[in-house]
């Protein structure tokens, strides 16, 4: 069982060797980082909004109908956009079984075939997530509650998390195209 104790601390994000790449990617990281602010704090209020709907309901006999809602809202917001950030520290869970027993060149190589087919799904989720926020906002999308918030706000938010995982994964591969030998991420990780 580990508690973590014993990692080393992550280090930050790998800069690509490429001007353009890298001023991206620092852009990203601002990003993430605000986004990162932003989603713990909306984590926060999440708890607090539920505690104040079940002491309400509990001691006060005051139900409510709109923190479900609002909670799940802010859970979408908090899970979409933190992931760019987490793959920015490539922290999203891998299944490792096959890195162990391939050479480390035919392990890169497989690394980067996951990043590209990983950055085409994730265009894909994009583009429907955009299309799914623009309905929405055009037609005027609520739930179906009594409460009826717009469906445009978990969507966008959706969106907006998903597109930067997309960047943000199109930057790592990009960078793993132009990066030298010495500074390429992926064979740094898939070293012995």
Same mark, same amino acid.
């Given at each position: 069982?580990?508690?973590?104790?014993? /990692?080393?601390?992550? #280090?930050?994000?790998?800069?690509?060797?490429?001007?353009?790449?890298?001023?991206?990617? +620092?852009?990203?990281?601002?990003?993430?980082?605000?986004?990162?602010?932003?989603?713990?704090?909306?984590?926060?209020?999440?708890?607090?909004?539920?505690?104040?709907?079940?002491?309400? +309901?509990?001691?006060? #006999?005051?139900?409510?109908? &709109?923190?479900?809602?609002?909670?799940?809202?802010?859970?979408?917001?908090?899970?979409?956009?933190?992931?760019?950030?987490?793959?920015?520290? +490539?922290?999203?869970?891998?299944?490792?079984?096959?890195?162990?027993?391939?050479?480390? #060149?035919?392990?890169?190589?497989?690394?980067?075939?996951?990043?590209?087919?990983?950055?085409?799904?994730?265009?894909?989720?994009? &583009? #429907?997530? &955009?299309?799914?926020?623009?309905?929405?906002?055009?037609?005027?999308?609520?739930?179906?509650?009594?409460?009826?918030?717009?469906? &445009?706000?978990?969507?966008?938010?959706?969106?907006?998390?998903?597109?930067?995982?997309?960047?943000?994964?199109?930057?790592?591969? /990009?960078?793993?195209?132009?990066?030298?030998?010495?500074?390429?991420?992926?064979?740094? +990780?898939?070293?012995?």
């Amino acid at each position: 069982m580990s508690h973590g104790f014993e /990692l080393a601390p992550a #280090k930050g994000p790998a800069v690509p060797d490429h001007p353009v790449l890298a001023a991206i990617s +620092r852009a990203l990281d601002r990003i993430n980082a605000m986004l990162l602010m932003l989603s713990m704090a909306a984590l926060v209020i999440t708890a607090l909004v539920l505690t104040y709907s079940v002491v309400s +309901r509990y001691f006060f #006999k005051l139900p409510t109908d &709109w923190q479900d809602e609002a909670a799940v809202f802010m859970l979408v917001g908090v899970t979409f956009f933190c992931t760019a950030y987490v793959q920015s520290l +490539r922290g999203h869970i891998g299944i490792e079984a096959l890195a162990s027993l391939l050479p480390p #060149k035919v392990n890169a190589v497989r690394l980067f075939l996951v990043d590209v087919m990983s950055c085409l799904f994730c265009a894909f989720f994009s &583009w #429907k997530s &955009w299309t799914l926020f623009h309905e929405a906002w055009v037609d005027g999308q609520t739930t179906s509650s009594t409460f009826a918030p717009p469906l &445009w706000i978990p969507y966008g938010m959706m969106a907006l998390g998903i597109s930067l995982l997309t960047l943000q994964i199109l930057v790592q591969v /990009l960078a793993h195209i132009t990066n030298k030998p010495a500074n390429n991420p992926a064979d740094q +990780r898939s070293a012995p």
